[in-house]
């Protein structure tokens, strides 16, 4: 069974910073796009950022200019970097890839169970 696996969250000073990580556990024919959202309790969840196999990035408007995001295609790992972080950047992460479990079966969405990024002083 394919599982994301977070890492990295926690809490931190507003200012600070904070770098999660995202890898699948289990096995699996392809990864291709990864990637961030948000949500915070009674909102939407919101994309924070992508990023491609051609390394192509992008980004939704709660990720542009203080964060930034990366992969490792040789271990299948999607980073978030998020700096000079502020209160309104509260809200459990998820992790998002598109896989495809097996050679000639179509790809599918794959989500984390999520990790708590808490912003206060």
């Known amino acids: 069974q394919i599982q994301l696996v977070e890492s990295g969250g926690g809490l931190v000073q507003p200012g600070g910073s904070l770098r999660l990580s995202c890898k699948p556990s289990?096995?699996?024919?392809?990864?291709?796009?990864m990637g961030w959202y948000r949500q915070t309790p009674g909102k939407q969840r919101e994309l924070v950022a992508t990023?491609?196999?051609?390394?192509?990035?992008s980004y939704g408007d709660s990720g542009k200019g203080r964060f930034t995001i990366s992969r490792d295609i040789t271990y299948n790992t999607v980073y978030l970097q998020m700096n000079n972080l502020k209160p309104e950047d509260t809200a459990l992460y998820f992790c998002?890839?598109?896989?495809?479990?097996?050679?000639?079966?179509?790809?599918?969405?794959?989500w984390g169970q999520g990790t708590q990024v808490t912003v206060s002083s």
């Open positions: 289990g096995n699996f024919f392809e990864i291709y796009t």
């Open positions: 990023i491609t196999t051609n390394f192509y990035t």
């Open positions: 998002y890839a598109s896989i495809r479990p097996i050679y000639g079966k179509p790809s599918a969405d794959y």
